[in-house]
């Protein structure tokens, strides 16, 4: 069973600064997964992708947050992370970490909120 962990949220100005990390008890390198990534869900609204890397290191980022967010991961920890800047109150929702594999199977962590507010 895979665990996903992810910290590092709360809450931050407008302008700030946070980094999000997901810790994963199972190897996030590996054949068999297609790619880690980072969801997100503002109340009210569906659940949307925010940024996902592949096991190769190709990235791909939402319109929404392409050039203000990071993603990386570090393979030697089993931990992704999600360096956000520049956030803005449209940022504010619960993040989620992801992983999809190419069977089709998919995990989710338990996710962790972001607070964008003056």
């Known amino acids: 069973q895979v665990q996903l962990v992810e910290s590092g949220g709360g809450l931050v100005q407008p302008g700030g600064s946070l980094r999000l990390s997901c810790a994963a008890s199972?190897?996030?390198?590996?054949?068999?997964?297609?790619?880690m990534g980072w969801y997100r869900q503002a109340p009210g609204k569906e659940r949307e992708l925010v940024a996902h890397?592949?096991?190769?290191?190709?990235?791909h980022y939402s319109d929404s947050v392409k050039g203000r967010f990071t993603i990386s991961r570090d393979n030697a920890k089993n931990t992704m992370y999600l360096q956000m800047n520049s956030l803005k109150p449209d940022d504010t929702a619960v993040y989620y970490c992801?992983?999809?594999?190419?069977?089709?199977?998919?995990?989710w962590g338990q996710g962790t909120q972001v607070t964008v507010s003056s």
């Open positions: 890397i592949t096991t190769t290191g190709t990235t």
């Open positions: 199972v190897s996030i390198f590996s054949i068999n997964i297609k790619h």
């Open positions: 992801n992983q999809r594999r190419y069977t089709g199977l998919e995990y």
